[in-house]
């Protein structure tokens, strides 16, 4: 039995907002390996860099990979609600939907 492509993308969706959330952190973690001077500690440097116009903590690689996976992600979460719609408007008539190409 073929999967609806409809679960394909909920699944794209659930496994874009995990990779983002995973890249999110991976890029935070390597933020700055510069300890904080008042507590020595890195915490802050990582989890709560100053809110500025300085992005030096993030590489433009790292900027441009979160806004693919973002992208990607809001591209499924929108495709998703309309292809489940077709899908079950093709069920109510009674003709499915063309076969997808594996």
Do not use: H
């Amino acid at each position: 039995m073929k999967k609806r492509l409809s679960s394909i993308l909920r699944s794209m969706v659930l496994g874009g907002l995990v990779a983002t959330g995973v890249a999110r952190v991976l890029i935070l973690f390597t933020a700055s390996p510069v300890p904080d001077p008042a507590s020595g500690r890195t915490e802050p440097s990582l989890f709560a860099p100053a809110i500025s116009t300085n992005w030096d903590y993030i590489t433009p690689a790292q900027t441009w990979l979160l806004i693919v996976l973002t992208g990607a992600t809001l591209i499924c979460v929108v495709a998703w609600p309309i292809t489940a719609w077709l899908e079950r408007r093709a069920d109510a008539r009674g003709k499915p939907l063309p076969a997808r190409q594996a």
